[in-house]
């Protein structure tokens, strides 16, 4: 299950990937569609946010930054 992290509320235009970028805040580039190239990334929102290990962070269907623990396996000995 998911936990809102930070409540940003993005608005999302279509054709656009949206993500959290290396330094915490919302980045979105345009999607390669059709032989054409995707477009450069650019920032959307500062956030600042802080990642915790062993979470996977996204930005919800509100427009919000959410995280969910990343399920991992066992290591076999």
Do not use: H, N, W
Not at 29 to 52: F, I, Q, S
């Amino acid at each position: 299950m998911a936990e809102k992290a930070l409540k940003v509320g993005v608005k999302r235009e279509k054709g656009y990937l949206y993500y959290l970028d290396k330094q915490g805040d919302v980045s979105r580039a345009k999607m390669a569609r059709g032989g054409k190239k995707g477009g450069k990334p650019e920032k959307v929102t500062k956030a600042g946010v802080k990642r915790a290990e062993g979470y996977l962070y996204f930005i919800d269907k509100q427009g919000d930054i959410s995280r969910a623990k990343m399920a991992r396996r066992k290591k076999k000995k």
